[in-house]
């Protein structure tokens, strides 16, 4: 949401440190999503396929990512 590109530059190591999780969480993520026709990646790129569906999967987890931001650096625009 942050971006209107469809594409995303990472290896499944820089996402989980940079979420705080194990990569091996991040490769089965990757992996069902992938497999769900909602997301590709290849070598460090992730292609956003289908970023309705992907909203829709994802929109327990975020609103709680984005209600703790909004705590841990009130004044700071929102995700």
């Not at 979420?19 to 497999?35: D, P, T």
């Amino acid at each position: 949401n942050r971006t209107s590109s469809v594409e995303l530059i990472g290896t499944h190591e820089m996402i989980a440190s940079m979420l705080g999780v194990r990569r091996e969480g991040i490769s089965e993520a990757a992996c069902s999503l992938q497999r769900a026709g909602i997301i590709r990646y290849r070598r460090g790129r992730v292609t956003v396929l289908d970023r309705s569906r992907l909203g829709a999967k994802v929109t327990k987890d975020y609103q709680l990512v984005k209600e703790e931001y909004a705590r841990l650096i009130p004044g700071v625009s929102k995700l």
